[in-house]
C-alpha cells in the first residue's frame, strides 16, 4: 500500500521526540482549552453589565 502512514511513522520515532510530540500536543489543547475560557468569561462579564 502506497502513501503516509501515521502510526507507522509514530511506531519509528524514537522515545524523546514521542514525548516531545505528546507534551506539545497536550500543551496546545491546554492553550485552547485557556483561551476559551477567558473568551467566555469576557462574554459572561459583558453580559452581565448590560
Do not use: C, P, Y
Amino acid at each position: 500500500m502506497f502513501g503516509f502512514n501515521l502510526a507507522q511513522w509514530f511506531d519509528d520515532l524514537n522515545t524523546k521526540w514521542k514525548l516531545l510530540t505528546a507534551f506539545g500536543m497536550v500543551s496546545m489543547i491546554i492553550i485552547v482549552m485557556s483561551a476559551l475560557g477567558v473568551w467566555t468569561t469576557e462574554r459572561l462579564r459583558q453580559q452581565a453589565e448590560a
